[in-house]
Structure formats: C-alpha cells, structure tokens
C-alpha cells in the first residue's frame, strides 16, 4: 500500500487565522501509520527535505519543512494518527532484572512505571489512558500482555493496575506527546523539571531510515530499562540488523540532545515515559497587586513557594497533602489601575494529594470509554477527553463541578461573558455619574487613586461614554470573535484623536476599569481540589474563538536573577505607553516556575526556572505590538531571555550560541555537545534531510 499523501495541500498551525492557512500549498504532506512506513520515508531521497509534525500547536516554524511534512497526527483529524499504545516493549523487552526489582513492593511505591506510545498520541489521550485501570487480563486476544497482567502473570503482583498519571504537564493536552517534549514543554511544577526529564527512551528514524533505539541511564531503572536482546528480536527484522542501533551511554549525551531537538534529528515513533501512581492536586488561588509582593519571586524561602497547604481558617482538602507546594504561576494584568501605579495578579499555588475515592475532574475531563478502539486515534476514545470545556469546580462544593458553563469559556464562544463585563462597568459608572461622584463601586476605586478631584472632572465625558458603551451592548454581534468586539471597544474607548483630553482621559479610565472587572472575573480568589489532570489541563475544547488568531511568546529566566522583574515591569511599562496612542494588549503576562532540564538545549537551564508567557489577540490593535515588543526585549543580551522553542521564536544563530553555547569556542558548552550528538545521528552531516530554514536560522545544525 502506497503510504497515505496529499499533493499541493495547505499547511497551518492551530493559532493561524483560520481565513488565511500559513502556507497554501506544501509539495507534500504524508500521513504514515507505522515504524515500517517511516522508515521507507525517511529512505526514500526523492522525497526532499523532510520534517515531522504532531498537532501544529507551536507557533514557532519548526514543525516547517522545506519539502515534505510527516505527519503523526493530522490535525484534522480526519486520517489516521499513530496514536497506539504499544505493549511489545514495555513489558515484554523490560530487562529481566528491572522486571524483579519493580516486582518488589517498595520500589513500586517510589518509582511509578513505563509507558511506551506511537509519536502521535496527544497529551490528553494519553493522560485518560493512563487513568484507566487494567483488566489485567492475562490471556488476551492478540496474545501481547500489558505491563500490569505481565507482572500479575509473572511476578504475582497486582500492583501495576493503575491508574497512572504524568508526573507534570503544560496547561492544555492538545499537543501530541512527542511534539510537546521536543520542543520543552512545562507546566508550573516548580520541584520538577518539564515533561521532557520523564522520557526514558525514544525510538528515532533518521534521514537514510536507521532507526535509533536511544534509551536514558537512570537510576530508577537500573541495571537498564530494556534488554538489548529482545529489543534486536523485535525491531532488527524491519530494516535489518545494520540499520538498527541501540544507544545508552553513561552520561546520557545523545539522549540529552535528542530529546529536545525540534525535530531535527529525525522523526521520534515512539517514546516511553515514566509515570506515577495518579494523585490528585489541590489548587490555591488569589488576587493580588504585582507591585506588592513582585520581590519575593528572587527569595526561593519566600511563601511564594514555601506556602503550607492547610491555614487556619482556610480549605481543608478531602484527603492527605503529599509533599510540600509543588507549582507556582502568577498572571499579571499588563492593564494597569490605581492611577497607571498598580497591576492586578492572580497567584496560584498547588500541592498534591492523595486520590480521592471518587475524584473531581475524572468524569468531566475523561469521562467514559465512548468507543473501545477507535481506529482514527487508534485506541480508546473517552467520551470527554479532548472535547470538553476547562474543569470548574462549584464554589459552594469545591469537591463537585459546576453545573454552568466556565464564563471565560462562554466568553469565547459568545460575547456574553464580555457584555457581562460591559454591563457591571455601566451599572458602576451609572451610579457614578448620577450621584455626581457620591457613590464609588469597588472597580472604579480600583481603577483610580481616590480623594482627587480629577475623577469628577471627568462626570461630563462620562455621560457620553456610557451611551457608547450601551450603543456597543446593543450592536454585539454573536459571529464576532472576542478579540473582534475588543477591538471595537478599545478604538471607541482609546482614541488617539480625540481632541477633547477630559474625553480622552475618561475612555483610558473605563477601557481599565473593563480590563479590571474582566481580570478579577478570572483570577479571583479559588480553592479546589481534582484529578491531576483536571487541575492542569485548563484548556476549554469547545473554544473556538479566544485561541485563534492569536500571538504569543514565552521567555524563560532563571527565577532568581532580577532582569525576571524587569522584563515584566517593561511589558506594564510598554503597555501604559500603548494606551495612550489607541492601542492596548488584550492579555496577559503569565509567569510559571519549574525545576532545572536534563536536555541539553532546553529552556529550563535552571534550578528555578521562570517562563513569562505574553499573549495577545491579533484582532485588537496593541496586541501584536506587545508580543513583538516583548520578542525584542528577551532577545536583547542585557535581558537575556530565552525564547520557547514551540511558540513564536524570532532567535537567530548568533541568539542560540550565545545562550546555550559557549563564547569561547563554539565547539564546547551545551550547544556544542548538542551539534556533536547530531553529528553522530546524521554521520556527519551526510543525512542531512531533516536541516530545515528554522534550524538554519536557529543555528540547530552541525
Ligand atoms: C493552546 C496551547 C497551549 C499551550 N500550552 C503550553 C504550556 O502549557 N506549556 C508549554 O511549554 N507550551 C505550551 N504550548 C506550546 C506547545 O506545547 C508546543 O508548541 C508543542 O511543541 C506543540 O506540540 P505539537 O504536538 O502540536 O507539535 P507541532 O507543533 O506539530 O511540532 C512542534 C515541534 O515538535 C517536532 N515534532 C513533532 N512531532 C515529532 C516527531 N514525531 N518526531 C520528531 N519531531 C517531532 C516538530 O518537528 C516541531 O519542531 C501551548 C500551545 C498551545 C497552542
């Protein structure tokens, strides 16, 4: 069989414009549905330059070929992903000693277990595999024992049943699980490095079709995860015994490069992972000012991460904290109150927790098997996962979820959360206006610094807003996006060219006062506890609106080095300017805290690593400017911000060599050993299909 391709098909990512794809026609997109097909992809020469992709979530191009496109999961889903669980290495090539030493009950408790699954599986499915509890049915149809019926059938134990969950994860399950560690992608867990530090082993096609088995020396798997022998009994009769190569080293350097490489060293079919018994997570939330508390980020003993779970007065969780707090984000307003002096920030701390019997988010992230083996997916497909709007707990019962429907996710979908936003603005200015200045709601104080006349001065210009705001009410159109009905206010509420300033300066305090009721609508003060999955993955899979059409960057810092602060004080800064010429970002900054990389060019380069996410509508005006801003500021050398390598990343070479290599001699430090590792895979560069013009312009080559 021919392997599945598209001729002169288009090509974009999830966040294009839907209008506009990003590139109209590709020579080739190819659609492969085995090791076996990869392999002949990546042997046939006729085929050009190659390049794999998951779910085309990174804004950054290097899911980009300059020639043919494989892809492991279409995004359309509308052909087939390789998207298997597979059992034929976990646990039938596991090392014979490993497979004692898991059998042993304290080693279990400690140490979780491996999943080994095909490139294409997406973050969420996986994540709902692995809840599901094992059969462990020890005489299966196709004859292949899972993991869990092996060590039953094996060992005696029934321990390996599950469920399992993933040690960290981003804030959203979209991407592919292959697509997601190659390029760095975290979450907000603090005392672990990103979902990348749970690979134990990848299985990599490279260009000429030698397949690469490139397995981790860690500890928690010794003597070694797999066993050479029985991995050459199953995967040298594909290409034969030469194009086949098992590659564990000491020091881990081929694996430390090839797992953050953005697809340059070939495409990954399978990757094994490790995860943990499932837990669950209890989240703290509140609101707070940036400028008051923004100097505890450099102290590590700050309670910022050495909070304690249970305070008095405060949500007692149903079940047992495990550990101390284990994630940190904080997500600055750029829009500024108080007189251009104060920024709102939601600050959200986690902890994990013992499962609970029957956990909260389980049956709304996951929910049910709705087909056994769905052959697009090619696995199980849960009747929630993937499809569902973010979790939202009810606030009367932070054990229940909420009947109603997230308002943010509404927000997105229609425009009533935003008409509900401009209705509390108008009922605050009404009062306002009509008690002459006698009557000031919670907003309004916020926005301004009290006690001045200059709010009153503004009573008049004010009249006049309100009727345009109400005019904006009556005119919302429910085909608009969010950002498009933001943007109309903004220009009625911003206008540079207002020649009256007391007009001026009434839209500037109303255009902050909606920000501010907006914000607080969606960092406000939460306690909740759920399933692991459901506290991390916030992304609402019905939204169609909010997520398109947007642009975002995120720049990692070491959390403690003060340029942190001053990035984030220039973004506000940036802002305050843009207001004042019509434009403003409707966004936000958003600041997430994660432990150190064993990946060579990952962007967590240290022990306490920040990522200042900065997104923005592209449909309001400002919102660009401020992305583009703040790419220019991280790549300044005295800020010294690292770009992610699968959101927008503008770095050039001499960026890349300044910030992972070493200024001596581009031959040492961390980029040095990354290019002597794809030296080996590429045997110097004579298979060098997988080259691309994002890895040339990033310097990711030889
Ligand atoms: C809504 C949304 C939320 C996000 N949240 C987070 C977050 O919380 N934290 C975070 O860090 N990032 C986040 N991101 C960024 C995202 O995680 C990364 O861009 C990720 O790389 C996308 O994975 P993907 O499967 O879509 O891969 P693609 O975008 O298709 O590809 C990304 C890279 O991986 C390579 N690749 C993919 N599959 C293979 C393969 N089989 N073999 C070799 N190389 C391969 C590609 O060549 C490319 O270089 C988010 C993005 C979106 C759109």
Redesign the pocket.
């Known amino acids: 069989m021919p392997i599945d391709t598209a001729i002169n098909a288009n090509w974009t ?3 294009d414009d839907p209008r506009e794809p990003l590139l109209a026609s590709v020579p080739r997109t190819m659609y492969p549905k085995s090791l076996e097909e990869l392999i002949a992809i990546c042997q046939d020469e006729s085929l050009g330059a190659l ?10 191009h ?2 980009i070929s300059d020639e043919t496109f ?1 892809e ?2 279409d ?1 359309h889903s509308i052909r087939r992903a ?1 998207g298997r669980t597979l059992k034929e290495v976990v646990p039938h090539c596991l090392h014979p000693e490993l497979l004692k030493r898991m059998a042993d009950a304290d080693r279990r408790r400690h140490n979780g277990a491996p999943v080994h699954v095909e ?2 599986k ?1 973050v969420y499915q996986l994540y709902a595999e692995l809840d599901q509890i094992d059969p462990l049915n020890t005489s299966p149809k196709d004859g292949v024992l899972t993991l869990g019926a092996y060590m039953l059938k094996h060992h005696n134990t029934t321990a390996f049943k599950g469920p399992w969950g993933m040690v960290t ?4 399950g ?14 907000g867990d603090f005392t672990v490095g ?1 979902i990348t530090d749970s690979v134990l082993a990848i299985h ?1 096609v490279a260009d000429g079709g030698k397949h690469y088995w490139i397995e981790k020396v860690d500890e928690r798997y010794s003597p070694q995860l797999t066993d050479d022998e029985l991995l050459r009994a199953l995967y040298d009769p594909i290409a034969g015994h030469e194009n086949f190569e098992i590659i564990r080293e000491a020091d881990n350097t081929i694996f430390n490069a090839a797992v953050v ?9 399978s990757v094994v992972l490790h995860a943990v018994p499932q837990y669950a997570r209890y989240e703290r939330r509140r609101l707070h000012v940036w400028q008051d508390f923004k100097h505890q980020i450099l102290d590590p003993e700050s309670p910022l991460y050495r909070d304690t779970a249970i305070v008095p007065g405060g949500y007692v969780p149903s079940e047992d904290v495990v550990g101390p707090q284990r994630f940190l984000q904080i997500a600055v307003s750029l829009t500024p109150h108080a007189n251009f002096n104060r920024n709102l920030a939601g600050v959200t701390k986690q902890w994990a927790m013992k499962l609970q019997s029957d956990p909260p988010g389980r049956a709304e992230r996951v929910g049910s098997v709705a087909t056994t083996f769905d052959d697009r997916i090619q696995g199980p497909r849960f009747s929630n996962a993937g499809r569902a709007h973010s979790y939202r707990h009810d606030p009367d019962n932070p054990l229940q979820a909420e009947d109603d429907t997230d308002p943010i996710a509404l927000a997105c979908s229609n425009g009533s959360f935003l008409a509900g936003v401009i209705e509390a603005a108008i009922a605050e200015l009404e009062d306002f206006v009509e008690s002459n200045g006698a009557v000031v709601g919670a907003s309004i104080a916020g926005v301004v610094a009290l006690g001045g006349a200059g709010l009153l001065a503004l009573i008049p210009a004010l009249v006049a807003i309100l009727l345009i705001l109400k005019a904006l009410l009556e005119a919302f159109d429910a085909d608009d996006r969010f950002g498009e009905h933001m943007e109309k206010i903004k220009n009625e509420l911003l206008d540079p060219n207002e020649p009256d300033p007391l007009k001026r300066a009434a839209g500037l305090f109303t255009w902050q006062l909606i920000v501010l009721i907006a914000f607080r609508g969606q960092q406000g003060d939460r306690d909740y506890e759920a399933i692991n999955y459901a506290v991390l993955d916030q ?1 609402d899979y019905r939204n169609i609106s909010c ?1 398109v059409n947007v642009d ?1 960057v ?1 720049v990692f810092f070491n959390a403690l080095d003060h340029r942190l602060l001053t990035f984030v004080d220039a973004l506000i800064a940036y802002e305050i300017m843009q207001e004042f010429q019509g434009k403003a970002c409707v966004g936000y900054a958003s600041l ?1 805290f994660m432990g150190s990389t064993e990946a060579t060019i990952g962007m967590q380069r240290h022990g306490l690593t920040c ?1 200042v ?1 900065v997104a923005c509508l592209k449909d309001v005006s400002g919102g660009q400017e401020m992305v583009d801003y703040a790419v220019r500021l991280a790549l300044n050398p005295n800020i010294g911000g690292i770009l ?4 927008r990343n503008d770095a050039t070479a001499a960026d890349i060599q300044r910030l992972f290599g070493d200024a001596s001699d581009p031959r040492n430090g961390d980029l040095g050993a990354w290019r002597r590792a794809l030296d080996v895979l590429t045997a110097s560069g004579t298979h060098n299909r997988f080259s691309s013009d ?1 890895t040339r312009r990033t310097g990711l080559e030889l």
């Open positions: 990512r999830k966040h390049k794999a992709a998951g779910s085309h979530w990174a804004l950054s290097g899911a494989i492991t999961h995004p390789m490139a294409g997406r994860a981003g804030n959203a979209g991407q592919t699980i292959v697509g997601a560690f190659s390029t760095g992608t975290h979450g990103p990599l490489s953005v697809g340059r060293f070939g495409v990954i079919y992304k997520e975002s995120e997430r990522a996410e992610h390598w699968g959101q994002f």
